[in-house]
């Protein structure tokens, strides 16, 4: 499971010990949620039939997919299935491909998510032999579903204008400065990015 609230807090109490910019934000806009996906592949089959598309269409997606494969989804069955029936159900030609791939991982064992490396960039490296699955994706799937605490997605477009707004930086940071300014927060990246979040859109901030 994803980070726990107590996770978050005791995470960014450390942070804000060392960085008073970080203390300061949390007295205004408080503490963020858990954001918390289950672990499995089903987890990421969802992360591929959402790619590019609307919350609601993606939704539209699984229910059907859902209805032909049942709740489970079992990777074989949707091996099995043809392409037709899978395009009936909204999935591309591309992304029947991603969701192929991520299937076949599975079902051969080649891909066993129940007992990724505990090495984060280890596991990064597992997640993105799937199609359509790169380096956000795997980030994301580790800090919401396997709650690792030092995840730190530095290519997200709202951690870095979150983190620029937090620290109150007069320019959006790249992502190789967004790597660099929280280096000093580890083990405790994965709390600052659900908070970095949080303040994105916030009116507070």
Not at 82 to 102: E, I, N, T, V
Not at 123 to 145: C, D, H, P, Q, T
Request: one cysteine or more.
């Amino acid at each position: 499971m994803g980070l726990t609230a107590a996770a978050i807090r005791e995470g960014l109490d450390h942070i804000a010990r060392i960085t008073p910019a970080l203390a300061g934000a949390i007295g205004r806009v408080g503490y963020p949620e858990p954001r918390i996906q289950p672990t499995g592949y089903r987890t990421l089959l969802r992360t591929i039939v959402g790619q590019q598309v609307s919350v609601s269409s993606a939704a539209s997606v699984w229910n059907k997919l859902q209805a032909l494969l049942g709740e489970d989804m079992p990777p074989q069955d949707l091996l099995d299935a043809d392409f037709d029936a899978l395009r009936a159900c909204g999935l591309s030609r591309q992304k029947q491909g991603y969701a192929r791939s991520l299937c076949e991982l599975v079902a051969l064992g080649t891909l066993d998510l129940a007992s990724l490396p505990a090495d984060d960039e280890e596991a990064i490296a597992e997640l993105v032999k799937i199609k359509g699955i790169g380096r956000w994706s795997a980030e994301i799937y580790l800090l919401f579903a396997e709650g690792r605490p030092d995840v730190w997605p530095a290519g997200d477009l709202a951690v870095q204008v979150g983190l620029g707004k937090l620290l109150g930086l007069a320019e959006r940071p790249s992502e190789k400065d967004t790597r660099a300014l929280a280096e000093a927060w580890r083990p405790h990246r994965g709390a600052a990015a659900i908070f970095t979040w949080h303040c994105y859109n916030n009116p507070a901030m």
